[in-house]
């Protein structure tokens, strides 16, 4: 049997940003770089594991907004934070999702919490003593399942149990309108919270989880 495995990259936005933002004369100018930038990393990433040139890439977007390429049977998911820029590859697996996000990134944690998580979700990280590292796992997951949905922002996400465990980093959770998908946390170097989903497929064995390979660059 084929293993199935997803490749994820993470790099330090600072190595793909030539300039910063006090280089531009207004914030949209810088994020409009910024995201190219971007592209042009995620699109060098993807040609290399095909060995293929960039300018064979040809992409086009599901009816949700969600990128795909056209060109070639690998499926992709990408995502940044202020610092860091993570992208996850798979042939085999179609439905992938990734987030990143910062440990330190300050945000209205309790306010957040109450709207996005789950009951059982939110009493799990008053009875962890409000746990940054757990909240964040959780935030990484709804958003990394929501994307490998395809469904993004369209699903209410306090009522995605992502049943995510204070020390275990990955597990599976099940939604009427999404179905299933498992995922994988990944603390690195105790400064960022990286989680990738993808639909989970049975088989005779049961869910089978592929491998997934992590690269920091």
């Known amino acids: 049997m084929t293993i199935r495995t997803i490749e994820i990259h993470v790099q330090a936005l600072a190595q793909l940003l030539k300039q910063d933002k006090a280089d531009f004369t207004d914030l949209r100018s810088f994020n409009h770089y910024k995201k190219e930038q971007i592209q042009t990393y995620r699109n060098y990433l993807l040609a290399k594991k095909l060995d293929c040139e960039i300018e064979d ?5 599901h009816e949700q907004g969600k990128p ?5 049977s690998l499926h992709f998911n990408h995502s940044h934070s202020q610092q860091y820029y993570a992208l996850a590859m798979s042939e085999p697996v179609k439905d992938i999702g990734i987030d990143v996000e910062e440990l330190d990134r300050m945000v209205r944690f309790d306010a957040l919490a109450q709207h996005a998580f789950h009951p059982e979700e939110y009493q799990t990280w008053q009875q962890h003593g409000q746990n940054r590292e757990y909240w964040f796992k959780v935030w990484t997951t709804k958003e990394a399942i929501l994307k490998a949905s395809g469904l993004g922002i369209r699903l209410d996400l306090n009522s995605l149990n ?4 204070p020390s275990h980093h990955g597990g599976m959770c099940t ?7 498992a995922y994988q946390n990944f603390i690195l170097n105790h400064t960022i919270v990286v989680t990738v989903a993808w639909r989970a497929e049975q088989s005779c064995r ?12």
């Not at 890439?57 to 977007?61: A, G, P």
């Not at 992502?162 to 465990?165: G, L, M, S």
């Not at 939604?175 to 998908?181: D, K, Q, R, V, Y």
């Not at 049961?206 to 660059?217: D, T, V, Y």
């Open 206 to 217: 049961g869910f089978q989880f592929p491998q997934i390979q992590m690269i920091q660059h």
């Open 175 to 181: 939604h009427p309108l999404i179905g299933t998908f």
């Open 162 to 165: 992502t049943q995510v465990h």
């Open 68 to 72: 795909f390429l056209t060109s070639h």
């Open 57 to 61: 890439l040809n992409f086009s977007k």
